[in-house]
């Protein structure tokens, strides 16, 4: 552990020294990542220090205790040994999940993409009630939400709506939510009473910086329109709603949340930009196996991860196994619970995979 502690104490001074080299600074890209570098490493070494401590209360403690000539400080040396002892164990334990590679999107913010599947109407309910699930849960996390577009459901919620989610540490929280949820309820358009299964899917992408991906824009087409729906008198006479068409892979992204054109341009750069760097990232980690992330927070995207089940009360997330019959809460945003058990899942399996550095 020690020299493990070393290697990182040296590493940190080497980024100390480079923050402040008016070369680094001067280049965004590099500075940003030596600066988040920087602060991640801070943790492990001021940890670190804290345990040097222990180790050296337990070795004064055994000199104390060897020369035996004092019975009081004997005494009292054992009571310190004791004490470093629980204290290192507990150090060690923090010192091993902090020492597992961190995951560089984690501090990043997000796109959600919401869509409604399987289910009809009912799937597009579902989808708004996600939508709604996850505006309470940022909200009581302080994490800002911003609409970049939706697609109205013929009977409520949505079809499809895309969002922004700003904040700390947001990727690294929301990441466990991509995947396809299902509900089961009896649907506001069923006469008979009887239980219906729809499905909504969940993409949630790390927000690109444009020094992560660097979008080539003669391949991109701008189509600017008027905005379709309710918006006030300019929504119709005004071409402020944007749509871009990425030329190289045929994606799509359409935003006519703002009245600012320009507005509307930069958040459809945002999520056309996100959506490629997630590409990019996902034909990095199939080429390089060991590199794969966590199977909790990034399996296959069109497997089942959630139900809700509205006649039993209960939520099961399958990958895990964990059943909570708590539904009313947890569809008003009361999602912590099921994160903080994902997340522990994600740091074991980790941990297991990271035990040979240690």
């Not at 909200?139 to 009977?155: A, E, F, H, N, P």
């Not at 069923?190 to 299964?197: F, L, N």
């Not at 708590?326 to 994600?346: F, H, P, R, Y």
Request: glycine share 6%.
């Amino acid at each position: 552990m020690l020299e493990k502690l070393q290697i990182i104490k040296q590493r940190f001074d080497e980024v100390n020294d480079l923050i402040i080299q008016p070369d680094i600074i001067s280049d965004q890209k590099r500075y940003t990542k030596l600066m988040k570098e920087y602060k991640d490493l801070k943790l492990i070494v001021d940890k670190g220090v804290v345990y040097k401590e222990a180790l050296d209360n337990i070795s004064e403690a055994e000199e104390i205790i060897a020369d035996g000539s004092d019975a009081e400080m004997v005494d009292m040396a054992k009571m310190q040994q004791e004490e470093a002892k629980e204290t290192i164990d507990k150090l060690e334990e923090e010192i091993r999940f902090m020492l597992i590679p961190k995951d560089p999107d984690d501090a990043k913010n997000v796109v959600v993409e919401v869509r409604a599947g399987t289910g009809g109407d009912e799937a597009s309910i579902f989808a708004g009630d996600l939508y709604r699930m996850y505006s309470k849960y940022c909200s009581d996390k302080g994490w800002r939400v911003d609409i970049v577009s939706t697609s109205d459901g013929t009977s409520g919620g949505f079809k499809e709506i895309i969002f922004e989610v700003s904040g700390e540490d947001v990727y690294g929280t929301m990441k466990f939510e991509a995947g396809v949820h299902r509900v089961q309820r009896v649907p506001q358009t069923e006469t008979q009473g009887r239980v219906h299964t729809s499905a909504a899917t969940v993409m949630v992408l790390p927000e690109a910086e444009e020094f992560d991906y660097e979008l080539d824009m003669t391949e991109v087409r701008i189509e600017r329109t008027t905005s379709t729906g309710p918006g006030g008198q300019s929504v119709n006479t005004t071409y402020s709603a944007i749509k871009l068409h990425h030329e190289p892979t045929g994606m799509i992204v359409s935003c006519q949340d703002q009245k600012s054109s320009h507005k509307n341009l930069e958040k459809a750069l945002k999520v056309l930009r996100s959506r490629l760097y997630d590409l990019e990232l996902a034909k990095q980690q199939a080429a390089d196996s060991e590199k794969r992330k966590s199977m909790v927070s990034s399996g296959d995207r069109s497997a089942k991860i959630r139900t809700y089940n509205y006649p039993q009360g209960r939520v099961t997330d399958h990958r895990i196994g964990l059943t909570l019959y708590d539904l009313s809460n947890i569809i008003n945003g009361d999602i912590q619970k099921i994160i903080d058990e994902l997340m522990l899942a994600e740091n074991t399996e980790l941990l297991k995979a990271n035990d040979d550095v240690i």
